[in-house]
């Protein structure tokens, strides 16, 4: 399994040396915690710019290892952190998600009434932030809230660059050999693929104010004239960007969840947001993006499949069983599995799963774990219906009520078992899947609960509805 993954950090330090240093730790700290580990296609891959860089990590194949990509990154996430902490930067270990690709789990969206500044909504992100980092277990806490970043101006002094013959395509250019860089000539300009060649000036000359003031400017004479001599270099911040939703201005704020369910930190800060509102004009959503609204539409999907799913299931048994009330009887083995999939996940995560660098790292009910669910529906109908079935056959035959239901248990528990252990063994091999083990285990715990429920609980109810409403089948 090929696990890509991104490290992030940002700092507002533009010390070169720093960046490089940081880059040993982090390379050391993933050789000596994840072998065998990747980088790339091979090597070892960082990519930096003047804000961050960015590290892919490409796990050995799963046959080479034990532990999933999701408990690895638990298992490192500390150790990272404290670089990043050391270092004045912010780190983000994001794993690819297994759906649709999101912003983020948690996405709180700040919005204000039209007499809010934006500096006051910005105000509002920093307490939402805050109200994140007390809360367990969430991580890589972030917001649309940008460092505050400077920027360097020339300004040009019109009247000596006049007097000097400098003109201000010879300052823009002089300014690129110092930054970026300028293409000076094309190599083997015939060629199909030219090579250009760009030249810059050394790091020692266009570090600093004083060293870019220094740098020769070419007049039109031909002669070369310092930098700073027809002009200013004037330090500026960079303006925050504003950002727009539904043409409202929004702010967001970000989070990650480690070994902890989305659904459990929403609700908790929300207590805390509402012990604490935020000022008046300012309100917070938790579901307009990220992950985590993903999850309620999905689920609200599938809650409709599930009701559509049981209303045909319904239908269908009304059509074989010519009554209305036997297939409510029938479809009480639907509700049962709920007993087993609910305390199933609670209580494999209480006695098999173990923590991983210090995170919980449970087995969540997730939206496959739902279609689980809903595949058991039908399942689960089979065995009562075969039990009614057995019942009303031996009750036409002359056999007693009481007896027929003794029978019916008796006879049907053979198959009725060998059914629900056969489904077992085949869901099985799906566990040992990140993505669908919530599918697997969703059928085996409802298989265990329903299985069992239904051979005392079926019989009984047909019993006491024969026994003391005998006119209501009709």
Same mark, same amino acid.
């Given at each position: 399994m090929v696990m890509p993954a991104s490290v992030q950090a940002e700092s507002d330090s533009e010390d070169q040396e720093d960046q490089e240093h940081g880059?040993?730790?982090?390379?050391?700290?993933?050789n000596t915690q994840l072998p065998p580990v990747s980088y790339g296609k091979g090597e070892y891959r960082v990519w930096i710019d003047n804000e961050g860089g960015k590290v892919n990590i490409n796990l050995a194949d799963k046959a080479r290892r034990e532990a999933q990509s999701h408990a690895v990154l638990l298992r490192i996430r500390k150790d990272l952190e404290a670089i990043a902490a050391r270092h004045g930067s912010r780190i983000k270990i994001v794993e690819v998600?297994?759906?649709?690709?999101?912003?983020s789990t948690l996405v709180a969206e700040i919005y204000g009434s039209p007499d809010k500044s934006y500096e006051e909504l910005v105000e509002a992100a920093a307490?939402?932030?805050?109200?994140?980092?007390r809360e367990p277990f969430v991580v890589d806490i972030d917001s649309t809230v940008e460092f505050p970043k400077k920027r360097v101006d020339f300004v040009i002094d019109k009247e000596k660059a006049a007097l000097h013959g400098v003109t201000p395509d010879a300052v823009v250019q002089t300014l690129?050999?110092?930054t970026v860089s300028s293409q000076a000539t094309i190599h083997a300009a015939g060629e199909r693929q030219s090579l250009p060649i760009r030249l810059t000036y050394p790091r020692e000359k266009r570090s600093g104010i004083t060293a870019l003031s220094h740098l020769p400017v070419k007049t039109m004479e031909g002669t070369m004239v310092p930098?700073?001599?027809i002009g200013t270099f004037v330090e500026t911040r960079e303006d925050q960007p504003i950002y727009h939703k539904n043409l409202e201005r929004v702010v967001y704020?970000?989070?990650e969840m480690a070994g902890r369910a989305p659904a459990e930190a929403i609700l908790d800060m929300q207590q805390a947001l509402r012990q604490n509102p935020p000022p008046q004009g300012i309100e917070v959503d938790w579901a307009g993006e990220g992950e985590w609204k993903i999850t309620l539409e999905v689920f609200r999907d599938l809650g409709i499949a599930f009701m559509g799913a049981m209303m045909g299931i319904y239908i269908l048994l009304v059509i074989q069983m010519n009554s209305f009330f036997m297939p409510l009887l029938i479809m009480i083995a639907i509700p049962l599995t709920l007993i087993g999939i609910m305390p199933g996940f609670w209580l494999f995560n209480l006695l098999f799963t173990s923590p991983a660098g210090g995170f919980e790292n449970p087995v969540f009910f997730t939206a496959t774990s739902m279609i689980g669910m809903i595949a058991l529906g039908g399942i689960v109908i089979r065995n009562?219906?075969?039990?009614?079935?057995?019942i009303e056959e031996a009750m036409k035959q002359g056999v007693s009520l009481k007896e027929a239901i003794l029978q019916s248990g008796a006879v049907r528990l053979r198959p009725i078992v060998l059914t629900a252990a056969t489904t077992v063994l085949g869901a099985w091999p799906i566990t040992l899947d990140p993505v669908f083990? +919530? #599918?697997?285990?969703?059928?085996?715990? +409802? #298989?265990f609960a329903s299985t069992f429920f239904t051979l005392f609980i079926v019989p009984v109810t047909y019993f006491m509805i024969r026994r003391g409403k005998s006119g209501i089948m009709e």
């Open positions: 880059e040993a730790r982090v390379q050391w700290r993933l998600p297994p759906g649709p690709p999101v912003v307490g939402i932030e805050g109200v994140m980092r690129l050999l110092s930098l700073g001599e704020v970000f989070g009562s219906l075969v039990l009614v079935e057995f083990s +919530g #599918l697997a285990w969703a059928l085996i715990f +409802g #298989l």
